[in-house]
């Protein structure tokens, strides 16, 4: 969890909520940050402390499936308010990755480093070469690019520099590789397959490892960039309709069949291309159907 806290960074605000955080006491600083999201529901770094808050308090107490969860959720819709604020993406990140949910860690690093803050976009590369390195078979390649990013940018972690030493003399020393250029061009037309069959998160994941090539024509990287852009919306969208329909089956297994039924019809409405939408929420209003009203 120590990763966790790391994300959890300082900013420049003020209210009783970041006293309390700051002073330490995460139980209180958690109540003033619920209670200034009474007020106005839309304030992102208030769902990004109160997320933090969580977080400590794990630290504290172990990982609990409900804290967690909640603190998720938190960073999810700090997201979708101020998709700019690096700051949740990297939180989340830490947090997948302390739940041992290493591809959804390594989607939200690769948003990171696209930040212009140099001291969260050094972090993120070095974390996202650790994760590719250490939990992803046959990603050695990409985690040494990011490795080199991390070094570029100022990095001094010893262990990062000897890893990174390895890693290239490894890469030196592989012969026959195949054409870079008809490789990468292969892994594109696999991320447009998985794309159009609604596989985004996978879509992702190929894109990213042509963007992690600089050796590239600059028409290639483009297109590759705006498949990259596309697909992390899908993923985001995806992640969303998923919630929702989980958040209708807990109202159901509840007996709350109307709620449910409308939120699975606001599913519907709302994400109309997400695999929740065109085959879990239709499914579950046929079964919701065949229920006796209560």
Do not use: W
Not at 76 to 102: C, G, H, S, T
Not at 157 to 166: L, N, T
Not at 195 to 217: N, Q, T, Y
Request: aromatic share 6%; with cysteine.
């Amino acid at each position: 969890m120590l990763l966790v806290l790391a994300a959890c960074a300082s900013a420049p605000q003020s209210g009783e909520g970041l006293r309390l955080y700051e002073a330490g006491e995460y139980d209180k600083a958690l109540v003033s940050f619920s209670a200034a999201l009474k007020e106005n529901p839309e304030d992102a770094d208030a769902y990004y402390r109160r997320a933090c808050c969580r977080m400590h308090l794990m630290d504290q107490n172990g990982i609990q499936e409900g804290t967690a969860q909640q603190a998720l959720s938190d960073l999810d819709r700090a997201v979708e308010i101020a998709p700019d604020d690096y700051r949740a993406y990297y939180a989340r990140a830490m947090l997948y990755a302390a739940l041992a949910r290493y591809k959804e860690s390594a989607h939200d690093l690769l948003v990171c480093v696209q930040s212009q803050d140099k001291t969260l976009k050094r972090k993120s590369h070095k974390r996202l070469a650790e994760i590719y390195d250490e939990k992803f078979e046959d990603m050695q390649i990409q985690a040494l690019k990011h490795y080199e990013a991390y070094l570029q940018m100022g990095g001094l972690d010893a262990a990062a520099i000897k890893r990174h030493a390895e890693l290239k003399k490894s890469e030196l020393e592989r012969a026959g590789q195949p054409d870079l250029e008809k490789a990468q061009l292969e892994l594109l037309q696999r991320a447009k397959q998985h794309s159009a069959v609604g596989r985004h998160a996978d879509a992702l994941e190929l894109v990213a490892k042509i963007l992690s090539e600089p050796a590239l024509s600059k028409e290639f990287l483009q297109e590759a960039r705006d498949l990259y852009i596309r697909e992390r919306l899908a993923v985001e969208t995806d992640r969303k309709a998923d919630a929702l329909f989980d958040t209708a089956q807990g109202l159901i297994k509840s007996g709350k069949l109307d709620s449910a039924r409308d939120l699975l019809e606001e599913l519907v409405k709302k994400y109309p291309a997400t695999e929740a939408a065109r085959s879990k929420a239709p499914a579950a209003l046929v079964e919701l159907l065949k229920k006796p009203k209560q």
